[in-house]
């Protein structure tokens, strides 16, 4: 089974930045598309930003500008930089890789834990 491990997260203060990375584990044949999305308290979950492959990514209206997202398919890999934080930017972030190829076959729809991530004013 695939896995995916995220690092990152933490608390500052508005204006701070922060990095994500999610990594997908086990033997992977190819992957699609990748993601993040947040759940703030009290709120539906959200797209925050995702790319169906490497030159191609969309974001959320109340991102753009503020946050980068990237992956790296060699690495399995997607980040997300987080800058000029505000606290409506508190929340839970979750990975989402919509699906995965591996020497089992393919798994759809997995996510990651989902590190916190917590801005005061």
């Known amino acids: 089974q695939v896995q995916l491990v995220e690092s990152g997260g933490g608390s500052v203060q508005a204006g701070g930045s922060l990095q994500l990375s999610c990594v997908a584990s086990?033997?992977?044949?190819?992957?699609?598309?990748m993601g993040w999305y947040r759940q703030a308290p009290g709120k539906q979950r959200e797209l925050v930003a995702d790319?169906?492959?490497?030159?191609?990514?969309r974001y959320a209206d109340s991102v753009k500008g503020r946050f980068t997202i990237s992956r790296d398919d060699a690495k399995k890999s997607i980040h997300l930089q987080l800058n000029s934080l505000q606290p409506e930017d508190t929340a839970i972030y979750y990975c989402?890789?919509?699906?995965?190829?591996?020497?089992?076959?393919?798994?759809?729809?997995?996510w990651g834990q989902g590190p916190e991530v917590t801005v005061s004013s």
């Open positions: 790319s169906t492959r490497a030159d191609s990514y």
């Open positions: 989402y890789v919509e699906s995965v190829a591996h020497i089992r076959g393919i798994q759809r729809d997995l």
């Open positions: 086990g033997v992977i044949f190819s992957i699609g598309a």
